[in-house]
Every structure is written in C-alpha cells, then in structure tokens.
C-alpha cells in the first residue's frame, strides 16, 4: 500500500461529524463534478477513499453512489438516473449551469469546517509521496479557479501553497516537510504525521552519525598522512647521515617516530616519557623543515 494510500484509509476511518458532514462532502463533491455538471464522478486509487464518498453522499441527502472497479483503482459516480445529482449539488449549494465552479464559504462557516472541506478533497485530489522517499504533498484540481479558490483558503490557513500546471491540470503542492506535516495533521491524519515525523528523527539521526563517521574517517586520514610525511622527512635526513648531528631533544621524536610511524602524537607521547603533544608537535615540524631545507640545499 502505498503512503498515499494509508493516509487516505486514516482519514476515512474517521467517523464524519453531523456538523461537519456538509464540509467534507463538499471537499469530496466539488472537484469532482463533471464539465456540464450532469455527472458527480471521482476516480481514484484508493478503496477507502471512494467508499467514503459513498457515506457522505448518503448522508448529506441519501443520494446513492455507485462504487465499481476502473482501470487499476476505482470509481465512486453518484447515480444519475435517480436525481441524485440533482439532489447532492442543490444540498451543497453547487451551480451546476455556473461557467465556472468556485468555492463557496457558506460550507466552511462552522468551527472545524475547512478542516473536514480540506480532509474532503486531499480524499478526492490528494496524494503524498512517502517520507522514505522525500517531501511532496499534492492536490490536483482540474478548475482553474477553484485551484485559485483553494490556494486563497490555504494561504489564510498559514498553509501558502506551490501552484503549477502539469497536463491541463492545476496542482497545489508543498515540498516543504514541516507543510506537509501541518496539513496532514490539520486534515486529522495523525498517524501519518506521526509516521513522517519518526522517519525524519532517523534520517536526521543517520545524517548525524554519517558526519561524525566521515569525520573521524577524515580526521585518521589526516593524521596517518601526517605520519607518513613526518616518516619520509626524517628518513631523509637518515639517508644524508644528519641524524646524529641533531640535537639530543630533535634526534630523540626522530626515532621516536621511525619507531611507531602509524602512531598519533597522542600514542607517540605516550611512548615518549614525558613529552607532550604540543612539544612533539613542535619537534616534528622542526625535523621536516629541515628535511626540506637539505632538499633544496639550504643548511641544517
């Protein structure tokens, strides 16, 4: 099942308030009306979402919906031949001869109404990618200012979304993972918001421990390419038979180092008798300076 699909079973469990019936019909109901407004039609991939539908249309008004397989989802058509069009739209107050269907703000009065409206359409037009993959949360409207209708509510709603046109379809959308969190948690989804959260905390726990990893990784390759340059620099001087002319305290981190070439200053000090990090620190780089200084010809 996809992620789409299980919000949209979450939401359709809900158990429809009286009050809010209406709104959420009216969510379902409006993008669903066909060109003409003979024909109350939705289609979709979720069996949850068209049963849903079904409830609600026979609950509004008692109008029948005929609920039947279509292509790979299913199709939720509120029955012509008994004036159950005629009645739906009259109940929702939708003109069906209008040259253009608008959202009216008659159905969204009530306190919690443009929650059950919302709830309504991401049923009927929604989708949402799962939070394994990215942040997408889709609803696609084939009017254009019914589009314009909704984004209006949404931007008032503090949830201003994305609008773009993908095959003469008008989609609001929101990629921003704390706006689809808010939407699924103002439309009642819960559980998916829940879900989306707990997936968040481990990606954002793994990209935490990721950094700490390539950072160490990082971190012990600097210090073995240190070592290994500190190494060279000193066999260097060993080849020229300069180590000998050093002073006690530089000769000493020489073959301190030679000894134990892979260790870290911290493993060298340890091995030391006494010297600390710094002061090895300091003593190695005067050993490659003056590696350096024999490779160009300089003095020592």
Do not use: H
């Not at 099942?1 to 158990?15: D, I, P, Q, Y």
């Not at 109008?63 to 739906?88: C, F, H, P, R, W």
């Not at 107050?93 to 059950?116: N, S, W, Y």
């Not at 103002?186 to 935490?208: I, Y």
């Amino acid at each position: 099942m996809s992620f789409t699909a299980e919000v949209k079973a979450e939401l359709a469990a809900l158990s429809p308030a009286a009050a809010l019936l209406t709104a959420e019909c009216y969510g379902m109901v409006l993008p669903s009306v066909q060109p003409g407004g003979g024909r109350i039609r939705l289609l979709t991939e979720s069996v949850d979402a068209a049963k849903r539908m079904a409830v609600l249309c026979e609950g509004l008004c008692g109008a029948a919906v005929e609920l039947s397989a279509s292509g790979n989802g299913y199709a939720a058509e509120v029955e012509q031949d008994t004036g159950a069009v005629e009645q739906v739209l009259a109940a929702l107050d939708i003109q069906r001869d209008a040259p253009a269907l608008r959202l009216g703000r008659a159905q969204l009065e009530e306190e919690g109404a443009a929650a059950a409206f919302l709830r309504g359409l991401f049923l009927a037009v929604g989708a949402v990618s799962d939070p394994e993959k990215g942040y997408r949360l889709e609803l696609v409207v084939r009017y254009r200012r019914l589009a314009g209708d909704v984004a209006v509510l949404l931007e008032e709603l503090g949830l201003p979304p994305a609008r773009m046109v993908r095959r003469q379809q008008q989609v609001l959308y929101y990629k921003s993972a704390a706006l689809v969190l808010r939407f699924l948690r103002f439309v009642g989804a819960g559980g998916a918001a829940e879900r989306m959260t707990e997936v968040q905390r481990l990606r954002a726990l793994t990209g935490e421990i990721n950094r700490q990893t390539n950072s160490s990784l990082a971190n012990m390759k600097r210090t073995a390419d240190a070592a290994a340059r500190q190494s060279a620099a000193i066999a260097r001087l060993g080849e020229r038979q300069l180590l000998e002319d050093l002073p006690e305290e530089l000769r000493s981190v020489a073959m301190l180092r030679l000894t134990w070439p892979e260790a870290t200053l911290r493993e060298l000090a340890e091995q030391s008798g006494g010297l600390s990090r710094s002061t090895l620190d300091r003593r190695l780089k005067k050993l490659m300076e003056l590696a350096e200084a024999v490779e160009s010809g300089g003095e020592t």
